[in-house]
Antibody, heavy 121, light 110 residues
């Protein structure tokens, strides 16, 4: 059974840093693209970053230069290093697996339960 | 403010058919297919449909989807009380080079 478990969230001051981890199990982790998606309370999800099977990385402009995604296939884990955090980064952060991928689509078939990140003084 | 636009709420009675719309632009829905997610309170989103109308294993045939131009829609037939949840559309965006989501539609079963 596929499981994704996030950890590392918490309360941090503006300008601070956090490192999120996502531990995967139940599938061949190295074969899948993985993403981080965040969701502010009461709002829709927002894509944060992606890492491909070959280690290629992608970010939206809102986090580029501040966040870094990485993966460690030997540990079935991937990570999100978040620096220079802002109040608007406050959200539940989910890790997600791309289970369906084709010409014109990437769909997340499994999500973790999420970890809360609060940026506040 | 989300890139894709959904109505904030929808409702129906048990057994009824309801539809939820999702509007985008040429850089997302106009070019790429749409995925739909269902989110029950306090849980992570769950994939409901991918590539406009494909159902993952375990998703009932009551859920269907369509896309035309820069809009898409999710239809739920034979509405059940368990369907009460938030529904989000998502699509790849060429400008972002990543997925974009709608703001969500809260479905109430009356």
């Amino acid at each position: 059974e596929v499981h994704l478990v996030e950890s590392g969230g918490g309360l941090v001051q503006p300008g601070g840093s956090l490192r999120l981890s996502c531990a995967a199990s139940g599938f061949t982790f190295s074969n899948y693209d993985m993403h981080w998606v965040r969701q502010p309370i009461g709002k829709g999800p927002e894509w944060v970053s992606a890492i491909g099977t070959t280690g290629d990385t992608y970010y939206p402009g809102s986090v580029k230069g501040r966040f870094t995604i990485s993966r460690e296939n030997a540990k079935n884990s991937f990570y999100l290093q978040m620096n220079s955090l802002r109040a608007e980064d406050t959200a539940v952060y989910y890790c997600a697996r791309v289970g369906y991928r084709g010409r014109g689509y990437n769909a997340f078939d499994f999500w973790g339960r999420g970890t809360m990140v609060t940026v506040s003084s | 403010q989300s890139v894709l636009t959904q109505p904030p709420s929808a409702s129906g009675t048990p057994g009824q058919r309801v539809t939820i719309s999702c509007s985008g632009s040429s850089s997302n829905i106009g070019t790429f297919t749409v995925n739909w997610y269902q989110q029950l309170p306090g849980t992570a989103p769950k994939l409901l449909l991918y590539s406009d109308n494909q159902r993952p294993s375990g998703v009932p045939a009551r859920f269907s989807g369509s896309r035309s131009g820069t809009s898409a829609s999710l239809a739920i037939s034979g509405l059940q009380s368990d369907d009460e949840a938030d529904y989000y559309c998502a699509a790849w965006d060429a400008s972002l080079n990543g997925p974009v989501f709608g703001g969500g539609t809260k479905l109430t079963v009356l």
